[in-house]
């Protein structure tokens, strides 16, 4: 435990953060099943726990962040107008879903032109929502409007400490539920979860390792490598239908935090190699996944895993979300 | 419990043919979960209960009774040669699954014109293959050849106390998890699940209420009230898309079964309900289902249910199974 409490010590969000984020969101938020598969086990010539945040409320790990933040930001200020983000996937039903548990209004920006199910989806956990044109600049703008005017609390998506020490719940579970993990891999778009996964698995099993997973172009293995944040600004998203993890950028919190405590090697999967991820889990394991934890089961099955090292036999395999058109399934 | 014993008398599995049952099974079998949705929830103004057979071992509830009565087999003949079965679908796989636990050879009859992707899951779980014409006439021809060739095991549907105890099971499991159930909905097709279900549920709580559900043109309700096999003989299929339930005929001791414990009431579902079942199921729950779980969702949601008396408040609801094409779904 020694070398966990060192590199704890440099890290904003502690151990301590996500037990009593666990406490605070638990009432609300499912403890979501890990499953396993023989197939997928003698694919791999490894163990595959496969961890559902598929079924976690809302249809995304979201749920969890963004409650603790909610709950917190209410806590902090009682008299809270409400909750404002900007986000036309899952954070944005998040935010809504967690402004209803807390009792607050919220308020979802979304892009024009984003799809009805998407907008439908928000609206049905009680949001206002508020449209703006497609440019990244009009999320900022028209959230920052909303927020002045009606006196909100920003929700972020991942960089933010109470977001993280709520994601942080999905490895406290997933160490409990399976201890004998070697490795966890996360599929990663800002590092929200990532970093609070990291935080609370290695603080629970110092030895665990946490491995990024992203679509292709992300350059995290050269960022962790230097130390160095060497994306293009502004900020870009990566060509790629896993949607749910187009940011290219890790967070400014998130990126110390996983060059720290993640793995150098990151798990960089294509398109069609997502999809293959996603028909496996729904042929076989008859769960509805989105293209993001497609990710990770190809990264399991990938391979660059092949070549790890074999002693590294117990391989959790984060599926982060199941909010999928079922009427345009990318095949 | 008075009650309860009296119709057991008559009946020829006893509960503690399930209870042996479970006992004997549950070393290979998953005890599937159980799910809720708020969703369906608000929608019906009951409270559902979703048993996810789907996340049985090979998909559906069928590998329960094949094994027990395979492992049945094996005992009473230890120098068993192996089993054998005439389905191109769920049994089929659940009977090459169970020799596979049990270390016998399998054969499965299979028409020739069944789809690869069915054929090939039969193939997965280790069975030899045998294919056979498309007459309902020449499954019969072909099996019996085999069997008698190869001095085999016949392991039936759904028609044999051994494979009623097996699927018994389920009612068993989900008694235990959900003991305030009011009613539990069963897809129906031979009645093997619908008799295990009702012969553990009710001796467990008499009152509580199993309902069939089926495609179109069952006729099970003018059977039930005058207690008589009205069926058209040879035995018909029904046109419907749910391929697992598409058996008119109810079977020889499975009919008196239910005759005895289901209600008189039959959920007959159309399979543009039964669509709309699976899709509900898919896009807010998550997990991928065949048409004929479809139909129980879709039984749930009805206008029949919702005249239903509203005591009636805890409802069960069997998704029987996810083996559906996800390269072809029904819309």
Chains 1, 2 share one sequence.
């Not at 598929?54 to 962040?65: D, E």
């Amino acid at each position: 435990m020694g070398t966990a409490t060192k590199v704890m010590a440099e890290i904003p969000v502690l151990f301590s953060d996500v037990l009593k984020a666990s406490k605070r969101i638990s009432p609300y938020v499912h403890r979501t099943p890990v499953f396993t598969s023989s197939t997928a086990d003698e694919l791999t010539g490894r163990k595959l726990f496969f961890k559902a945040e598929l079924l976690q409320k809302t249809g995304s790990f979201k749920a969890r962040g963004s409650l603790n933040a909610t709950i917190l930001a209410k806590e902090r200020n009682p008299s809270l107008n409400g909750t404002v983000t900007h986000s036309s996937g899952n954070h944005g039903q998040g935010v809504a879903w967690s402004a209803r548990c807390v009792g607050v209004p919220s308020y979802v920006v979304v892009p024009s032109m984003a799809p009805a199910s998407k907008k439908n989806a928000i609206r049905s956990y009680g949001a206002h929502l508020v449209e703006c044109g497609t440019k990244p600049s009009d999320r900022i703008e028209t959230y920052e409007r909303v927020q002045k005017e009606k006196g909100l609390e920003f929700i972020p998506p991942y960089d933010h400490p109470d977001v993280i020490a709520g994601q942080g719940t999905i490895g406290l579970e997933f160490m409990e539920q399976v201890p004998e993990l070697d490795a966890i891999l996360v599929p990663t778009s800002g590092g929200g979860m990532g970093s609070g996964i990291a935080i609370a698995a290695k603080h629970i099993k110092p030895d665990v390792k946490v491995f990024i997973v992203s679509p292709k172009g992300k350059m995290l293995e050269e960022c962790f490598k230097t130390g160095k944040r060497l994306w293009p600004e502004p900020p870009q998203y990566l060509d790629t239908l896993a949607d749910a993890i187009r940011l290219q950028q890790l967070g400014h919190i998130t990126f110390p935090i996983l060059t720290q405590l993640a793995e150098k090697e990151v798990f960089e999967m294509s398109d069609e190699e997502m999809v293959q991820g996603m028909r496996f889990v729904m042929q076989r394991m008859k769960l509805v996944v989105e293209a993001a934890s497609g990710a990770s089961v190809a990264a399991a099955m990938s391979e660059k895993m092949k070549a790890m090292d074999p002693a590294m036999k117990n391989i959790g395999v984060i599926l982060c979300g199941g909010n999928v058109d079922i009427d345009h399934l990318p095949w």
